[in-house]
C-alpha cells in the first residue's frame, strides 16, 4: 500500500512539472497571440481608410458633354446636320466618376476587432444551437467588421477593374480622335497652301486690273468721243447730203435759166472765125476753197468756197440772193500729200454766198483723176 501511495506522489509530482512546464511555455503563446492580435487589429484600422466607404451622390444637372462629329469635312454639312458619335450615350460610364464621400473608418470599432466570439445582451457567448460551437460571426464581432472590410474592398476592386476597361475604351476613342484630326490637319495644310496660291493669283490679277482700269477707262472715254463725234458726223453727212440734193436741184434750176438766158441774149457773129471767146476775170492767184461732195453722175462738185474768195466774185453783201456765177470762171483742182497732184479743172455754175458754198461743172478736158472730197480748188 505504501508503495502504491510513493508511485501515485512520484506521477502527480512528474504531471505536477509537465503541467508547470506546460503553463509557462503556454504563457508565452498567449503573448505572441495577444501580440499578434493587437498588431492585425492596429492593421486594420490603418487599412480601412483606403477602402471607400460611400460614394458622392451624382450632380443633379451633368457638365454638357460635346459630340463628337463624325461626318466628313465636305460642304454638303455646312446647311446639313452632321453625324455625331454615340460614345457619350452608350459606352462612356459617367459614375466611374464619382468620388467617395467617405472612407471606411474603425478607429471607433476598435472593441468589435478585439471581440471574437459573439455575446448576448446579458454578455454571454452565444451557442450555434446547430454544431453547439460558440458563434464568432454576426454584428460585434472580429468577423462581421472583416466581412464588411472585404465586401468594401471587393465594391472597390470592382470599380477599379470597371475604370481600367473605360480606360481602354476612352484611349480608343482618343486614338480615333486623334487620327482624324491627323488627317484633317494634313488636309487643311493642303487646302491652305492652295488658298494662299489662289490668293496671290487673286492679289496678282487685281493688281492687273488696278493697272488695266485707268487703259479701260482711257478706251471707254476715247470709244465714247469717237461715238459721239462719228454721230456728229452722221449728222454732218445727213446735213451734206440735204444740202447736195437742194444744190442739185438748185443746179438744174440754174443750169435752165442759164441755157434760156442763153439763148435769148446769143448774138450771132459769122465772121468771127476764132472760136467763142471767154471773159476773162482777173482773181487772185492762190487757194480758194475745197471739195466737199463729188457726183459722177452728173459730173459736178460741191465745193466750200473762202469767205474771202465769194466775196471778191460776189461782192460784199453775202447776204444777196442766190445768183449765176460770172461766165467763164474756170477754177483748178489739185491733191495735196507727199507731192501735189493736179486732179481736174471745174466751172463755177453757182455761188451760194449765205452758205458759201458752190458748184461747178467738172471739165472733162481736163479731168486727170477721180476727184474726191478735200481736194483743195484754187487759182494758178
Known amino acids: 500500500m505504501g508503495k502504491v501511495l510513493k508511485i501515485l506522489v512520484i506521477v502527480l509530482l512528474l504531471l505536477s512539472i509537465a503541467a508547470v512546464i506546460l503553463a509557462h511555455m503556454v504563457y508565452g503563446k498567449r503573448e505572441q497571440v495577444l501580440a499578434r492580435n493587437q ?69 471607433n470599432r476598435k472593441g468589435e476587432l478585439m471581440t471574437l466570439y459573439k455575446k448576448n445582451q446579458l454578455g454571454d457567448i452565444e451557442v450555434d444551437p446547430t454544431t453547439g460551437a460558440k458563434r464568432t460571426d454576426g454584428e460585434g464581432t472580429m468577423q462581421a467588421v472583416l466581412d464588411e472590410l472585404v465586401k468594401k474592398s471587393t465594391e472597390q476592386l470592382t470599380r477599379l477593374n470597371d475604370t481600367r476597361q473605360m480606360l481602354s475604351i476612352v484611349r480608343d476613342e482618343l486614338i480615333d480622335t486623334i487620327n482624324d484630326l491627323n488627317k484633317n490637319k494634313s488636309e487643311l495644310r493642303v487646302r491652305t497652301k492652295d488658298l494662299d496660291t489662289t490668293k496671290a493669283k487673286l492679289d496678282t490679277t487685281e493688281a492687273e486690273l488696278a493697272t488695266m482700269k485707268p487703259k479701260v477707262e482711257a478706251a471707254e472715254a476715247a470709244k465714247k468721243v469717237a461715238e459721239e463725234k462719228a454721230s456728229d458726223m452722221e449728222k454732218q453727212k445727213a446735213e451734206v447730203d ?31 472765125t476764132t472760136g467763142p471767146k471767154e471773159t476773162v476775170y482777173n482773181f487772185t492767184p492762190g487757194t480758194k476753197g ?91
Do not use: C
Not at 438748185?250 to 448774138?267: G, H, I, P, T
Open 242 to 272: 440735204t444740202k447736195l440734193q437742194e444744190l442739185e436741184i438748185d443746179y438744174k434750176k440754174v443750169k435752165k435759166e442759164r441755157d434760156e438766158f442763153a439763148k435769148k441774149s446769143l448774138v450771132p457773129q459769122a465772121e468771127d
Open 39 to 107: 498588431i492585425l487589429t492596429s492593421g486594420y484600422i490603418k487599412l480601412a481608410p483606403t477602402i471607400e466607404d460611400k460614394l458622392a451622390d451624382a450632380p443633379e444637372q451633368p457638365a454638357p458633354l460635346p459630340a463628337k462629329d463624325i461626318s466628313p469635312a465636305s460642304p454638303e454639312f455646312i446647311d446639313k446636320a452632321p453625324e455625331v458619335s454615340d460614345f457619350w450615350t452608350k459606352k462612356y460610364a459617367p459614375n466611374l466618376e464619382l468620388g467617395a464621400k467617405g472612407m471606411f473608418d474603425l478607429n
Open 290 to 380: 475745197k471739195v466737199v461732195a463729188v457726183n459722177d453722175k452728173w459730173n459736178y462738185v460741191l465745193i466750200q468756197l473762202d469767205e474771202a474768195f465769194i466775196k471778191e466774185a460776189m461782192g460784199e453783201d453775202l447776204t444777196a440772193p442766190t445768183k449765176p456765177a460770172p461766165v467763164g470762171v474756170v477754177m483748178s483742182i489739185k491733191r495735196t500729200g507727199a507731192q501735189e497732184i493736179f486732179i481736174a479743172k471745174v466751172k463755177l455754175t453757182q455761188i451760194r454766198a449765205k452758205d458759201k458754198h458752190a458748184i461747178g461743172d467738172v471739165l472733162v478736158d481736163w479731168k486727170q483723176q477721180p476727184l474726191q472730197e478735200g481736194d483743195v480748188v484754187f487759182f494758178p
